[in-house]
């Protein structure tokens, strides 16, 4: 068998997906997500003018080789653009191989460790109280992990807690990002507040999350830990930059808060520290933006050493092939955490039908052969790339923050 072409489709149901296809010489496909929010088409450039050209007429079940070749071969490695590029490939060349045994991919990984893999969705608000309705709403539905965010009083609404500035979703395209405003000294009080609330609205037996979004020093995370522990929370998600590891060795010293980490991580080598020292329990390192399949089931066979469970980050700019990659591995692996589901817009589960299925706080992969999820392409067809951006962050005198 050997790899005959490869496709990049670029599509926006709702929003920007890039999506790829690997078609083997014998018939099968594989579907892969390399999708990078806000910087899609620097890594369709890598793709058709660097990758591509170097994978025709290569074997497609020689996956660890060609991972090595595409991480190694260009010299210039890591990076958001690299390592989505070559984890769309990687989920691609899985697919085939799934497909070629004839077998779900969790079959392949060493079978099932569970049957239905555990999800959080988000709520948030304008107010508490907002928030804490809307938990109810969720936890009604059967969700049994729900992340909180609240708005800042007398800030305009960030990220995840009013109308979205999100503009790769829900078609709120402009030509530059949303400049959202931030106050850490605002935020610091007003969080216990919203979980305090939550925990009198909803009791203990619910899992709440909250995601800080790196917008902190270690000594103010450390703190913030501290006021939230009579809440138990399952996490507190990014609480500070990451380029700093050191930086989580004074939140351990000051918390006994559980830490979530790794969306933005793009190789096992930007978590070794941090997992090595067990400064995190939760690592969220997801298949499109870390390496693939081949990548994420490598970071989470070195966390399970040191107490470290899976996370994958899941909200609706990772695509539903990736989502699909990441339930297979979910399924399989020993220390497995939590599952990150955001769902998606209708638009998206027509142009990409899928075997995973969600039953109140719970996905289960289903059991087509491969990862489950295809691409229509006549669907596609009609949604052409548009131009958007995630947000950007400023203090309120001005000053660029983390988003």
């Known amino acids: 068998m050997k790899i005959k072409d490869i496709k990049v489709i670029v599509a926006s149901p709702g929003r920007n997906f ?8 014998e018939g099968l496909y594989g579907i892969g997500d390399a999708t990078v929010n806000g910087r899609e088409k620097a890594v369709v450039s890598y793709l058709v003018d660097h990758v591509i050209p170097c994978l025709i007429g290569r074997d497609p079940m020689q996956i660890e080789d060609i991972w090595q070749y595409l991480y190694k071969g260009a010299y210039w490695r890591r990076g958001p653009i690299t390592m989505a590029a070559i984890s769309g490939i990687d989920i691609a060349l899985w697919d085939i191989k799934a497909k070629a045994a004839n077998m779900p991919l969790y079959q392949l990984l060493g079978g099932s460790s569970r049957e239905r893999i555990m999800i959080y969705q988000h709520v948030g608000g304008l107010d508490i109280n907002e928030v804490v309705e809307g938990v109810v709403r969720l936890k009604e539905r059967g969700l049994v992990a729900i992340r909180a965010q609240v708005s800042i009083p007398g800030l305009p609404p960030i990220y995840g807690t009013g109308p979205s500035t999100d503009q790769s979703a829900g078609g709120m395209i402009q030509a530059r990002p949303v400049e959202e405003v931030w106050s850490t000294h605002k935020y610091m009080p007003l969080v216990p507040k919203l979980f305090e609330k939550l925990r009198d609205t909803v009791g203990w037996d619910l ?45 351990r010293q000051h918390t006994t808060q559980p830490i979530a980490l790794g969306e933005i991580f793009n190789t096992i080598w930007d978590c070794q520290q941090l997992i090595a020292e067990q400064l995190i329990d939760y690592i969220r390192v997801t298949s499109v933006h870390a390496g693939g399949v081949t990548g994420i089931k490598r970071i989470f066979d070195f966390a399970s050493i040191y107490h470290v469970r899976s996370a994958c980050h899941g909200p609706m700019d990772v695509s539903p ?40 706080g719970y996905l289960t992969t289903g059991e087509a052969i491969g990862h489950g999820v295809d691409i229509d392409e006549k669907i596609a067809a009609k949604y052409p790339y548009e131009a958007a951006y995630l947000p950007v962050a400023r203090a309120e005198d001005g000053t660029m923050w983390s988003w």
């Open 207 to 251: 899992h709440l999350l909250h995601d800080v979004h790196h917008r902190l020093t270690p000594i103010e995370a450390a703190r913030l830990g501290k006021d939230l522990e009579p809440f138990r929370l399952f996490w507190l998600e990014d609480p500070v930059p990451a380029e700093l590891q050191e930086g989580f060795r004074l939140i």
């Open 321 to 360: 092939v990736a989502m699909g990659a990441n339930l297979h591995v979910d399924r399989a692996i020993p220390n497995f955490g939590i599952q990150e589901y955001s769902g998606y817009l209708e638009e998206t589960h027509a142009m990409f039908p899928h075997a995973f299925a969600q039953s109140g």
């Open 18 to 25: 890039v999506t790829v296809k690997i078609i083997t010489d």
